[in-house]
């Protein structure tokens, strides 16, 4: 089984920055990823496939980069409707895993 | 648009068994993949199941032999049998439609299993 580990798993950011948030696989994964956003008390939304393609209706802000075991999606300038839950989650093999997430907070 | 509402959870004794129902509409829903995945209270997210348009069925090591995914396409229903439920079974299940990228996701349906 596949463990994608991210961090951090907090990250404190002020509305209208950066935010980088890292997804490491324990083994490669080649461009198999996808990445989800989750609000609290919603269903996750998928932002990223294949490591860089925004889904359909994803702001440009969002962008995904990354192959092999180490991964990146970046939110170039916060708004406040990004402050939530991300998860990576690789497609390469079953099982399918997701990370243990990163908490983006408004510092 | 693409629309996947989930019904049929509840709580359930350990050992008891509950179905899970998903009604999807806005697309062709023969033509997808659909899964189940499940959200601990409070914590991440794990692949339960998925079936293919036809009957290609996968099942996470944790569930199998104790779930059973099912749909019907005429009424575009995907369903979860769950059975012999234990209190780690606890959890939201989302129906998503896809086999490895979940691009839709329904509201969600809770599972407590406690005695």
């Known amino acids: 089984e596949i463990v994608l580990t991210q961090s951090p798993a907090t990250l404190s950011v002020s509305p209208g920055e950066r935010a980088t948030l890292s997804c490491r696989a324990s083994?490669?994964?080649?461009?198999?990823l996808a990445w989800y956003q989750q609000k609290p008390g919603q269903a996750p939304r998928l932002l990223i496939h294949?490591?860089?393609t925004r889904a359909i209706g994803v702001p440009a802000r969002f962008s995904g980069s990354g192959s092999g075991t180490e991964f990146t999606l970046t939110i170039s300038s916060l708004q406040s409707e990004d402050f939530a839950v991300y998860y990576c989650q690789h497609y390469n093999n079953w099982p399918l895993t997701f990370g243990g997430g990163t908490k983006v907070e408004i510092k | 648009q693409v629309q996947l509402v989930e019904s049929g959870g509840g709580l359930v004794k350990p050992g008891g068994s509950l179905r899970l129902s998903c009604a999807a509409s806005?697309?062709?829903?023969?033509?997808?993949?659909m899964s189940w995945i499940r959200q601990a209270p409070g914590k991440g997210l794990e692949w339960v199941s998925y079936i293919s348009g036809g009957s290609t069925v996968y099942y996470a090591d944790s569930v199998k032999g104790r779930f059973t995914i099912s749909r019907d396409n005429a009424k575009n229903s995907l369903s979860l049998q769950i059975n012999s439920l234990r209190p780690e079974d606890t959890a939201v299940y989302y129906c998503?439609?896809?086999?490895?990228?979940?691009?839709?996701w329904g509201q969600g349906t809770l599972v407590t299993v406690s005695s």
């Open positions: 998503a439609r896809g086999q490895n990228i979940a691009d839709y």
């Open positions: 294949g490591a860089s």
């Open positions: 806005g697309f062709t829903f023969s033509d997808y993949y």
């Open positions: 083994q490669s994964v080649s461009s198999t």
